[in-house]
């Protein structure tokens, strides 16, 4: 069945510099992958879109890459700032059964002053 | 607005009785579905549902049930069967289509003792 990792240690960084999370799949090839944004005690909040066909999409200070020789997803939050601590999700389709989205487990990202 | 309301933030009972949580939408989307978070856990799908009268088992269906009679609204029912019961809850709906981004509500946080 389809796998998806992502680091599960939290990341701590200092503000202004360059966060980079990794996302991993195993066992099938996703047309595209989504990431998402989960504050403590919210649902989460849907960011960006990359399709397989993209190699980097950008929406402001996020960059998101997709390497489908490598089965990874990389999301970066350029310039960081402490608002951007939060957990981020990835999200690919499902391989089988439409509707039966599944989400890694997400990393906790938190920027320091 | 448009969004998901899910009702209420927070709900106790007692074990050994039977629980439904709310979840509504005025987004007019087809796709409707439950997960499961727990603390520093990643979500877990419990039931989704793609159109008004039918629905599907996710991955953690047992001790929950569902129903879809309407389209703005998928309530989840936590039933005596389900073992462990005590957990965040997000509901989430979104466009029937491949690509279309979940929309999630801000959750319920459940506590049976």
């Known amino acids: 069945s389809q796998k998806i990792e992502q680091n599960s240690e939290a990341l701590n960084i200092q503000e202004g510099k360059t966060a980079t999370l990794t996302c991993n799949y195993t066992?099938?090839?996703?047309?595209?992958l989504q990431w998402y944004r989960q504050d403590p005690g919210r649902g989460p909040v849907f960011l960006l879109l990359?399709?397989?066909?993209?190699k980097e999409k950008r929406k402001e200070r996020l960059k998101v890459t997709f390497d489908t020789t490598l089965k990874q997803s990389l999301f970066h939050i350029t310039a960081s700032q402490p608002a951007d601590s939060a957990t981020y999700l990835c999200a690919p389709p499902p391989a089988d059964s439409w509707g039966k989205f599944q989400f890694g487990a997400g990393t906790q990202v938190v920027v320091t002053p | 607005d448009g969004g998901i309301t899910q009702s209420p933030k927070y709900l106790f009972r007692k074990e050994g009785q039977n629980v439904t949580l709310s979840c509504e939408q005025n987004?007019?989307?087809?796709?409707m579905y439950w997960y499961r978070q727990d603390p520093g856990q990643g979500l877990r799908l419990i039931y989704y549902s793609q159109i008004v009268n039918d629905f599907q088992k996710g991955d953690i269906a047992e001790g929950y049930s569902v129903s879809r009679e309407k389209k703005e609204s998928f309530p989840l029912t936590v039933t005596s069967a389900q073992k462990n019961p005590t957990a965040f809850y997000l509901c989430?709906?979104?466009?029937?289509?491949?690509?279309?981004?979940?929309?999630f509500g801000n959750g319920t946080r459940l506590t049976v003792t």
């Open positions: 987004l007019n989307h087809d796709a």
């Open positions: 989430a709906s979104s466009i029937r289509g491949a690509d279309s981004p979940l929309h």
């Open positions: 990359i399709r397989e066909n993209e």
């Open positions: 066992n099938y090839s996703p047309a595209y």
